[in-house]
Nanobody, 126 residues
């Protein structure tokens, strides 16, 4: 069965960095685009970034552009989210998700992702 397991979250001061990982299993990872979303308390789950199956194309929300970087290692079945210059407003549970179709078509659409991890908490203190 498809499994996505996030790790790497934690507590960090504003301006700091974290790297999240998402280990995938149960499907041919290299055939699927992947994405990261986040959800803060009282807010809807929002798109953060996505990456094509090859890693050749990436997409970012305006709020994280220039600070976050998505990457993947298809040999390790893992997608990463490197976060720099973290802000208190980045505090959220971060989820990775598998994209079920061509990621260039509205990368931020939650309905186009079919499997989700359990999430990892990121807390940025001011």
């Amino acid at each position: 069965q498809v499994q996505l397991v996030e790790s790497g979250g934690g507590l960090v001061q504003a301006g700091g960095s974290l790297r999240l990982s998402c280990a995938a299993s149960g499907f041919t990872f290299s055939s699927y685009a992947m994405g990261w979303f986040r959800q803060a308390p009282g807010n809807e789950r929002e798109f953060v970034t996505a990456i094509s199956w090859s890693g050749g194309r990436t997409y970012y929300a305006d709020s994280v552009k220039g600070r976050f970087t998505i990457s993947r290692d298809n040999a390790k079945n893992t997608v990463y989210l490197q976060m720099h210059s973290l802000k208190p407003e980045d505090t959220a549970v971060y989820y990775c998700a598998r994209r079920r179709d061509f990621v260039a078509i509205d990368p931020s659409s939650r309905s186009r992702y079919d499997y989700w991890g359990q999430g990892t908490q990121v807390t940025v203190s001011s």
